[in-house]
């Protein structure tokens, strides 16, 4: 059965880190490009950030880029995120996604298997 499940989220203070973790099951997430995304409250589903099969390629949102580092290690079938200088605004529910392809996209409808998400929430 095809899986990914993201962990690592929890209740951060600002400005500090978390590293979320996307691990699959059922495939081989070595073929695929994989992206992180987020839903705040009463929000759409944004892209935060995403990553070729290979990791050659990595792209970020405006909002994260300098403060989130996408990266993956296929010979544990698993993606990571880490969030440095986390804010409020940083607070949501992040979903890591496999891509249609092996290019880092972070384009919802590229995505063909989704994590049921990791709540992310930073506040003091």
């Known amino acids: 059965q095809l899986q990914l499940v993201e962990s690592g989220g929890g209740l951060v203070q600002p400005g500090g880190s978390l590293r979320l973790s996307c691990a699959a099951s059922?495939?081989?997430?070595?073929?695929?490009?994989i992206g992180w995304f987020r839903q705040a409250p009463g929000k759409e589903r944004e892209g935060v950030s995403c990553?070729?099969?290979?990791?050659?390629?990595?792209n970020y949102a405006d909002s994260v880029k300098g403060r989130f580092t996408i990266s993956r290690d296929n010979a544990k079938n698993t993606v990571y995120l880490q969030m440095n200088s986390l804010k409020p605004e940083d607070t949501a529910v992040y979903y890591c996604?496999?891509?249609?392809?092996?290019?880092?996209?972070?384009?919802?409808?590229?995505?063909?298997?989704w994590g049921k998400g990791t709540l992310v929430t930073v506040s003091s």
């Open positions: 990553i070729s099969n290979g990791g050659g390629s990595t």
């Open positions: 059922g495939f081989t997430l070595a073929y695929y490009g």
């Open positions: 996604a496999a891509s249609a392809t092996s290019m880092c996209t972070m384009t919802r409808d590229a995505m063909f298997w």
